[in-house]
T-cell receptor, first 112, second 113 residues
Framework: NAGVTQTPKFRILKIGQSMTLQCTQD?????MYWYRQDPGMGLKLIYY???????DKGEVPNGYNVSRSTTEDFPLRLELAAPSQTSVYFC???????????FGPGTRLLVL | ELKVEQNPLFLSMQEGKNYTIYCNYS?????LYWYRQDPGKSLESLFV?????AVKQEGRLMASLDTKARLSTLHITAAVHDLSATYFC?????????????FGKGTLLTVNP
């Protein structure tokens, strides 16, 4: 099992551009999450999903959109990128047996 | 709004010493998690604490949960350099419905020879 994979690993965007951060899991987990991590801060929840077709906002959803058409994929869309969106983005799934969230390797995004 | 506070935020300690990291949270919850993050890496799950009085130990780390005091501790025994990392606590107040986590800011631990 690959677990949780994220692409790209690193990206530079210009202000106003858009992009999609990809997250894929092969563990058949229903619950998936997107977090952002700013320097010296903990993680903040952007959006989450409890299953295919169901998504909901987290703590900091402004400027982002998500979709969940399949169990495996949970892409995060940035429209009109802003410098404030410079961050490291982590995707995670919830492992029901081990009762904890498992995180992908992260995507580092720089908006200039 | 759930607030999760860790202290200290920075901890420099010598090898062989003991220390405790504290995690306080503001609303009722009986699900608390500890994660470790190495520089430039993802988060690694350390402990899952799911009830009042829960205690978990792995190597030189021991975590406990007091839900009445809304406090969890991560105790480090006889620290070694390999424990240098950032440690996060996270609280789930969803009651087991959607498992959303609220994180503390993290404790940057540096263990010096």
């Amino acid at each position: 099992n690959a677990g949780v994979t994220q692409t790209p690993k690193f990206r530079i965007l210009k202000i106003g551009q858009s992009m999609t951060l990809q997250c894929t899991q092969d563990m058949n987990h229903n619950y998936m999450y997107w977090y952002r991590q700013d320097p010296g801060m903990g993680l903040k929840l952007i959006y989450y999903s409890v299953g295919a077709g169901i998504t909901d906002k987290g703590e900091v959803p402004n400027g982002y959109n998500v979709s969940r058409s399949t169990t495996e994929d949970f892409p995060l869309r940035l429209e009109l990128a802003a410098p404030s969106q410079t961050s490291v983005y982590f995707c995670a799934t919830y492992h029901t047996s081990l009762k904890t969230q498992y995180f992908g390797p992260g995507t580092r995004l720089l908006v200039l | 709004e759930l607030k999760v506070e860790q202290n200290p935020l920075f901890l420099s300690m010598q090898e062989g010493k003991n220390y405790t990291i504290y995690c306080n949270y503001s609303t009722t919850s009986d699900r608390l998690y500890w994660y470790r993050q190495d520089p430039g890496k993802s988060l690694e799950s350390l402990f899952v604490l799911l009830s009042n009085g829960a205690v978990k130990q792995e190597g030189r780390l021991m975590a406990s949960l007091d839900t009445k005091a809304r406090l969890s501790t991560l105790h480090i025994t006889a620290a070694v350099h390999d424990l240098s990392a950032t440690y996060f606590c996270a609280v789930d107040k969803s009651g087991g419905s959607n498992y959303k986590l609220t994180f503390g800011k993290g404790t940057l631990l540096t263990v010096n020879p």
